[in-house]
């Protein structure tokens, strides 16, 4: 069976915003552009490194643009795109879902708490 004969399309959404950390990335970029540091700060937990390589995939699939404002002290920051908010759209249903039921969920998997980064 080939991609396009497929009627789910989650593995191209996976695909553009797959693992840990972009869903939150994406959620944090929703309100407006935010510089590097300002997402470091609000996705606790992830390495420069990481944020770099998420920022620059979310940035190759159209989702995000990155503005250089070409000054010294360099000025960049991070917006999504008009394609990326149809994505952050899609993605807020399983952001309530999660808010819901974090509780139980923690209770479930044995965690004692849940980061509730996403709600910052």
Not at 57 to 73: C, F, H, M, S
Not at 104 to 119: F, I, K, M
Request: proline letters at 5%.
């Amino acid at each position: 069976m080939s991609m396009a004969d497929q009627e789910c399309g989650l593995d191209v959404a996976l695909a553009v915003m797959g693992g840990k950390w972009k869903p939150l990335i994406l959620y944090h970029l929703q309100h407006g552009p935010r510089r590097f540091g300002d997402l470091k700060r609000l996705v606790s937990g992830i390495s420069e490194k990481v944020l770099i390589q998420q920022l620059r995939d979310l940035q190759a699939a159209g989702v995000l643009v990155r503005q250089d404002y070409k000054e010294v002290p360099p000025r960049v920051d991070y917006s999504v795109t008009p394609f990326g908010m149809t994505l952050v759209q899609a993605l807020m249903p399983l952001c309530h879902w999660g808010t819901q039921n974090r509780s139980e969920v923690a209770g479930l998997l044995g965690v004692h708490s849940l980061r509730a980064s996403a709600t910052a």
